[in-house]
């Protein structure tokens, strides 16, 4: 099974950098994944993790330490679409997913 | 179509009925996968299937069934609905062919059971 922990909630100013943390417990990892989720919309596929490192993908980069069972996901230059909810997932074995709670990020002018 | 669609966009269903959800995907993924969406707990899986004619269960499979008959489609049934249903439901595919297996999700259904 899994324990997918993420910060509930937090807020930035248009132009910064925020940084999402998402800590996981596993016994089979196979991927770690980010999402975006507007309101009332579906989730949309950010990035994919599955060696250690940083993966950048213009504004949006995310990091995985396996062995620490952590990731984040950094927005950098922050714009006001960015409003959103961020899921971490994490796959165990083929092809399942498990997701965290998510984290509402709320960006202000 | 284009990409994944999901039917209906919102019910309102009164308890101890029969609902199915409709979920079609054009994209000739092999898998599919049902998620509950609720405030505070994000998405669950319900079932999935990682090939037509297969199915397992996912974390919440209870209250729920679901068939593959073939490639594009992935119907999720409640038998009896009742009242903790109350939910929105997420109908995703991916291609495990692919590197990253990445999930791609439908526009969901807004369930109310009264």
């Known amino acids: 099974g899994q324990n997918i922990d993420q910060p509930t909630e937090m807020t930035a100013t248009e132009g910064a950098i925020v940084q999402i943390n998402c800590t996981y417990q596993?016994?089979?990892?196979?991927?770690l994944f980010w999402y975006q989720q507007h309101a009332g919309e579906a989730p949309t596929f950010l990035s994919y993790n599955v060696l250690d490192g940083l993966e950048e993908k213009g504004r949006f980069s995310s990091f995985l330490s396996r062995s620490k069972g952590y990731s984040y996901l950094l927005l950098k230059e922050l714009q006001m679409k960015d409003s959103a909810s961020y899921l971490c997932?994490?796959?165990?074995?083929?092809?399942?997913?498990?997701f965290g709670a998510g984290t509402t990020v709320t960006v202000r002018a | 179509i284009a990409g994944i669609t999901q039917a209906p966009t919102s019910q309102i269903l009164a308890a101890g009925r029969r609902m199915t959800l409709r979920c079609t995907q054009d994209?000739?993924?092999?898998?599919m996968y049902w998620y509950r969406q609720d405030l505070g707990l994000g998405l669950r899986l319900i079932h999935y299937?990682?090939?037509?004619?297969?199915?397992g269960k996912g974390e919440v499979p209870d209250g729920y069934s679901v068939s593959r008959a073939n490639t594009d489609d992935f119907p999720l049934t409640l038998a009896s609905a009742v009242p903790s249903q109350t939910s929105v439901y997420f109908c995703?595919?991916?291609?495990?062919?692919?590197?990253?297996?990445?999930?791609?999700f439908g526009p969901g259904t807004r369930l109310t059971v009264l």
């Open positions: 994209m000739r993924h092999n898998a």
């Open positions: 995703a595919s991916s291609d495990s062919t692919s590197g990253s297996d990445e999930q791609f």
């Open positions: 596993t016994s089979g990892f196979n991927g």
């Open positions: 299937s990682n090939t037509a004619g297969t199915t």
């Open positions: 997932a994490v796959r165990e074995g083929d092809y399942k997913l498990s």
